[in-house]
């Protein structure tokens, strides 16, 4: 376990010690998402008033844990692959976040995906701090017991700091409700006591949620219709580009074109597809679900991946990995708006774009907080024993998200900043104030 903390040599300042010199890997440069965050933090940091004294806490994580993940493959072999846990903060309740497979998983990514969580809980309130999980791994090359050998190791390894009171895991990129069962259980079988609430993004029937499915996309859709009607633009009749046609990119579509939107431009891994008229997305639906992609859709006309960013529409929805809006495409966006399904699909280079083209930009950390708001909802079900049924979970989700994009939207107004500073500047002003309040020990 690496302290970032805890370096050796500590410079000195006139006789005043001094912080221990930033490691390397919590740097800016090259560092890709982590990079990013840190950007993001220092735009903030003017206006966090006497609580700026500790904003340093928003650039170190709490708390770093690599793990080995040694199975035995199908064809007798072992192979080892590389986990992760970061528990970004803990200030304001136990850490937070999913866990992704993916090849491209580093620790930068990992350590950039816990800060996030960190600043969308305290945006949306929900009392945790931030954590993120990862395994550098193609998931489709494993099979189905490779990947449970796989998952039941790494929730072993990460075991020595994961639990219902310390840190939750939840589903991510690549993981689903499966995983998430069979890491309850790996925990549950160490523990000796079957305990529900170590994650969220469970079945129902091991202690899930309704509703926690299609939290993520049903709050980009509350959020993306508040921001409309700011805007003066009509939902009836809206263009729409998704990128990523998952669990969150799916949902939002699905619910956008129920509210009279259309959506015209779907790309994912498989490619890019497009009908100006606007694609039938109950039969897409179908389509990706089938056959894993969006590719090979009858009807719809082939577009060549980086057009996809020039698509002539309303709303773009990024709802798939870091990184996508760069300087290199910000600039043709012809959207009036995008909403972050994804976590950290935009760069500081590209908001500065956007911002001065006047695009309006749905922070992630405010438009992706709807799947951590119901996993809060399922763990206190799990906690209490007691579920409640659909309606009341999307009434209560979709009023937690209106509320917090009203105060966000009004922090932007009083600053004349973003509404991605603004959503910092709530989340951190709350983060910084539970530290100061719980102060330093010893
Ligand atoms: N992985 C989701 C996110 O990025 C949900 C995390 C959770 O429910 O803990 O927000």
């Known amino acids: 376990?690496?302290?970032?903390?805890?370096?050796?040599?500590?410079?000195?300042?006139?006789?005043?010690?001094?912080?221990?010199?930033?490691?390397?890997?919590?740097?800016?440069?090259?560092?890709?998402?982590?990079?990013?965050?840190?950007?993001?933090?220092?735009?903030?940091?003017?206006?966090?008033?006497?609580?700026?004294?500790?904003?340093?806490?928003?650039?170190?994580?709490?708390?770093?844990?690599?793990?080995?993940?040694?199975?035995?493959?199908?064809?007798?072999?072992?192979?080892?692959?590389?986990?992760?846990?970061?528990?970004?903060?803990?200030?304001?309740?136990?850490?937070?976040?999913?866990?992704?497979?993916?090849?491209?998983?580093?620790?930068?990514?990992?350590?950039?995906?816990?800060?996030?969580?960190?600043?969308?809980?305290?945006?949306?309130?929900?009392?945790?701090?931030?954590?993120?999980?990862?395994?550098?791994?193609?998931?489709?090359?494993?099979?189905m017991g490779e990947l449970e050998r796989m998952t039941r190791r790494y929730t072993s390894e990460i075991g020595i700091i994961i639990g219902p009171t310390k840190d939750i895991p939840a589903p991510d990129v690549n993981t689903n409700e499966q995983i998430m069962a069979w890491m309850m259980d790996t925990y549950s079988m160490n523990e000796g006591a079957t305990a529900t609430g170590v994650v969220t993004g469970k079945p129902i029937h091991l202690g899930g949620s309704l509703g926690r499915k299609d939290a993520t996309g049903r709050g980009v859709f509350t959020v993306g219709v508040e921001a409309a009607k700011h805007i003066g633009l009509d939902i009836k009749g809206a263009r729409i580009a998704v990128q990523g046609f998952g669990n969150v990119g799916g949902v939002a579509g699905r619910l956008f074109t129920e509210a009279g939107a259309k959506v015209v431009a779907v790309q994912d891994h498989g490619g890019t597809i497009y009908k100006a008229g606007g694609l039938n997305v109950p039969a897409l639906l179908k389509h990706v679900a089938e056959t894993g992609s969006a590719a090979n859709f009858a009807g719809a006309e082939v577009?060549?991946?980086?057009?996809?960013?020039?698509?002539?529409?309303?709303?773009?929805?990024?709802?798939?990995?870091?990184?996508?809006?760069?300087?290199?495409?910000?600039?043709?966006?012809?959207?009036?708006?995008?909403i972050e399904g994804a976590n950290g699909p935009t760069t500081p280079a590209a908001d500065d774009i956007l911002q001065e083209r006047g695009v309006l930009v749905l922070p992630?950390?405010?438009?992706?907080?709807?799947?951590?708001?119901?996993?809060?909802?399922?763990?206190?079900?799990?906690?209490?024993?007691?579920?409640?049924?659909?309606?009341?979970?999307?009434?209560?989700?979709?009023?937690?998200?209106?509320?917090?994009?009203?105060?966000?939207?009004?922090?932007?107004?009083?600053?004349?900043?973003?509404?991605?500073?603004?959503?910092?500047?709530?989340?951190?002003?709350?983060?910084?104030?539970?530290?100061?309040?719980r102060g330093l020990y010893p």
């Not at 221990?20 to 965050?37: M, V």
């Not at 080892?80 to 803990?90: D, L």
């Not at 577009?303 to 600039?331: H, M, R, Y």
């Open 303 to 338: 577009l060549k991946n980086e057009l996809f960013w020039e698509v002539d529409c309303d709303i773009l929805i990024p709802a798939a990995l870091e990184s996508q809006i760069t300087a290199t495409n910000a600039g043709k966006i012809k959207a009036k708006m995008v």
């Open 1 to 143: 376990m690496l302290h970032p903390s805890t370096h050796t040599s500590v410079a000195t300042n006139n006789g005043a010690p001094t912080n221990s010199p930033i490691p390397s890997y919590l740097q800016a440069d090259n560092l890709g998402p982590w990079g990013n965050y840190l950007q993001q933090v220092d735009r903030v940091v003017p206006y966090l008033g006497h609580l700026g004294r500790w904003a340093d806490t928003l650039k170190r994580p709490k708390r770093i844990l690599v793990v080995d993940v040694p199975i035995h493959l199908d064809n007798g072999t072992i192979a080892h692959f590389e986990g992760y846990r970061v528990q970004h903060n803990t200030s304001r309740g136990p850490g937070k976040g999913g866990v992704r497979f993916h090849q491209d998983v580093t620790l930068s990514e990992v350590m950039a995906l816990s800060a996030w969580m960190s600043i969308k809980n305290a945006a949306v309130n929900v009392p945790y701090g931030g954590a993120k999980g990862g395994i550098r791994v193609d998931p489709k090359s494993l099979s």
């Open 364 to 437: 992630d950390v405010i438009a992706n907080a709807g799947g951590v708001t119901v996993s809060y909802f399922e763990w206190v079900q799990d906690f209490s024993s007691f579920f409640w049924d659909e309606d009341e979970i999307n009434a209560r989700l979709v009023k937690i998200m209106k509320d917090a994009f009203a105060g966000v939207w009004a922090v932007a107004e009083e600053h004349k900043v973003s509404l991605r500073t603004a959503t910092f500047i709530v989340a951190c002003k709350r983060i910084l104030h539970a530290r100061e309040l």
